[in-house]
């Protein structure tokens, strides 16, 4: 069993759309969550980070994590074509390595 | 501040040959990882270094391996290239952790497109 479980997609959603993004995850020592947007040929990019539980928001996006359950979120509103890209979850235990979610792929369609 | 940087941008490579690739951190980060990223696997951790050790590796072949300099530049090698090894080779640079997150966050390079043929 993967550590990092993720829907490679792809997505299509209209702009506007509210996109829900999700992960899910075997090793309870996670405590570190992060959601990196990577556009095309280029390196991922840090989008949010989240420590332990709970809900952080920033501008347009939001991230979730739930520990009792092993899922994370991240939820973009009012959805752009800019937003198009792939978004991969990543977490690790204080100390340890990244693990990566295999990415999902998002195309906004003005 | 300037980001992570990576050289080369590209490579095409043969079957059998070796291969080096360079990783410039953000300044003041010490700490860099390497993955291979595929299609296929995705994001797959190869190694960490911190202050010149490797801290961390991931369940890669001894052909690949890597090294970290005094100025926290880093490099990989590649030897014996097989058509598999094919890859986005990424470069990430840690922020210490801060007195809040306790966790480095980590910070990628454009990466390295490296074809074998």
């Known amino acids: 069993q993967k550590e990092v479980e993720q829907d490679p997609g792809p997505l299509s959603v209209p702009e506007g759309a509210i996109v829900s993004l999700n992960c899910t995850y075997s090793n309870s020592a996670f405590q570190y969550f992060m959601w990196y947007r990577q556009y095309s040929r280029k390196g991922p990019e840090l989008l949010m980070y989240?420590?332990?539980?709970g809900n952080k928001e920033d501008g347009r996006f939001t991230a979730q994590v739930d520990k009792s359950s092993k899922y994370i979120s991240l939820f973009i509103r009012d959805s752009q074509p800019s937003d198009s890209a792939t978004y991969l979850c990543a977490m690790s235990a204080i100390g340890n390595q990244f693990y990566f979610g295999t990415g999902t792929s998002l195309t906004v369609i003005p | 501040k300037a980001g992570v940087t990576q050289t080369p941008r590209y490579l095409i490579k043969t079957r059998g040959q070796q291969v080096t690739l360079s990783c410039s951190p953000i300044s003041g980060h010490r700490s860099v990882s390497w993955y291979q990223q595929t299609p296929g696997q995705g994001l797959q951790f190869l190694f960490e270094y911190f202050s010149e050790t490797q801290r961390n590796k991931g369940n890669f072949p001894g052909r690949f391996s890597g090294r970290q300099f005094s100025n926290s530049r880093s490099e990989m090698n590649v030897s014996t290239l097989e058509l598999g090894d094919s890859a986005l080779y990424l470069c990430?640079?840690?922020?210490?952790?801060?007195?809040?997150?306790?966790?480095?966050?980590?910070?990628f390079g454009p990466g390295t497109r490296l074809l074998v043929l």
């Open positions: 990430a640079s840690s922020v210490p952790p801060s007195t809040t997150s306790g966790q480095e966050t980590q910070y």
């Open positions: 989240t420590y332990s539980s």
